[in-house]
């Protein structure tokens, strides 16, 4: 596609249950990041995809927190047992190597209730 | 750690005048990028500095990286409704160039 395509834009969830999060990049574009954004925080880096292989998933707050990528394509966040403080804007982003910018996409809103 | 200070975290301003917008850190980044985000959407590049002292401009917008690298600042001369968003500095450096360390925004509002 033109853009970085995520789905769902919304999602709201109860404490507890599990989500996964949908991330298709820029074709070609073979880097791919997570981001979370909160209030007051900023954007918050996750993990760092080159390829199919995450070089660094420092930014994973827990072991709740996964993520994968296939095909050197789309990426799944998934967040285990979500918990209220879940609750955040999930950006996703992708570069091509040598390029300093990313594009990002529209973001999923996560809600925990 | 690396970490960006924005200042000022909220600015409301009147269609036509001009403002700056400063990002600011103890570190030395190997290139700064600006961001623009509207509500409901991902941040959109809007340029990025690479070499210390550097000077760009995009219309009415200049940016400029401080000599040191470590800090940067965004003007806009007569301000526009259009330009309201959250600007976002962010840096890469510190021996990952890949990734970004954001700074958490100047909400700038320009009123008609």
């Known amino acids: 596609g033109a853009g970085v395509s995520q789905s769902p834009s919304n999602k709201v969830t109860e404490k507890g249950k599990d989500v996964e999060l949908r991330c298709d990049p820029i074709s070609g574009h073979t880097a791919l990041y997570w981001y979370r954004q909160s209030l007051g925080q900023g954007l918050e880096f996750l993990i760092y995809f080159q390829g199919n292989s995450a070089p660094d998933k420092s930014g994973l707050p827990s072991d709740r927190f996964s993520a994968e990528r296939t095909g050197g394509s789309v990426s799944t966040l998934t967040i285990q047992r979500t918990q209220q403080e879940d609750s955040a804007v999930y950006l996703c982003?992708?570069?091509?190597?040598?390029?300093?910018?990313?594009?990002f996409g529209s973001g999923t809103r996560l809600t925990v209730v | 750690t690396q970490l960006l200070e924005q200042s000022p975290q909220f600015l409301s301003i009147q269609e036509g005048e001009n403002l700056t917008v400063y990002c600011n850190s103890s570190s030395v980044f190997s290139s700064l990028q600006w961001y623009r985000q509207e509500p409901g959407e991902g941040p959109v590049l809007l340029v990025t500095?690479?070499?210390?002292?550097e000077v760009k401009k995009l219309k009415r917008l200049t940016f400029q990286f401080g000599d040191a690298r470590k800090d940067s600042s965004l003007h806009i001369t007569a301000a526009q409704p259009g330009d309201t968003g959250l600007y976002l500095c962010?840096?890469?450096?510190?021996?990952?160039?890949?990734?970004?360390?954001f700074g958490k925004g100047t909400l700038l509002t320009v009123n008609p």
């Open positions: 982003a992708s570069s091509n190597v040598g390029s300093y910018g990313y594009t």
């Open positions: 962010a840096g890469a450096g510190g021996g990952s160039n890949y990734k970004l360390t």
């Open positions: 500095v690479v070499t210390g002292g």
